[in-house]
């Protein structure tokens, strides 16, 4: 069993930065590619970033290209993803993610294992 936890989200003003990170249990977690999504109130999940498993290639979405960054760290199974100029439309319930089928690192039904979320919510 594959356990994802999230944390670092918060209460931020627009045009700051949060970090937040994913701890995962299970030894394979170096052979995964990771994904973070989020999802804002009243809004469908939407993609942020994925990073292959041996941190080599970098995927983002466009709403965050240029201002967020994820990141791994396989020898503590953990994966980050910092946020810099921050948005009030940033605001959300972020999720990470480990993705096991071949569906397209944006596509969330290629990923199995998910998170239970860390809200971050940016204020203007």
């Known amino acids: 069993q594959v356990q994802l936890v999230e944390s670092g989200g918060g209460l931020v003003q627009a045009g700051g930065s949060l970090r937040l990170s994913c701890a995962a249990s299970?030894?394979?977690?170096?052979?995964?590619?990771m994904g973070w999504f989020r999802q804002a109130a009243g809004k469908e999940r939407e993609f942020v970033a994925a990073?292959?498993?041996?941190?080599?290639?970098?995927y983002y979405g466009n709403s965050v290209k240029g201002r967020f960054t994820i990141s791994r760290a396989n020898a503590n199974n953990t994966v980050y993803l910092q946020m810099n100029s921050l948005k009030a439309e940033d605001t959300a319930v972020y999720y990470c993610?480990?993705?096991?089928?071949?569906?397209?690192?944006?596509?969330?039904?290629?990923?199995?294992?998910w998170g239970q979320g860390t809200q971050v919510t940016v204020s203007s």
């Open positions: 990073i292959s498993w041996s941190g080599a290639i970098t």
């Open positions: 299970g030894r394979t977690f170096s052979t995964y590619t």
């Open positions: 993610a480990r993705q096991s089928y071949g569906l397209g690192t944006s596509n969330e039904r290629g990923y199995d294992y």
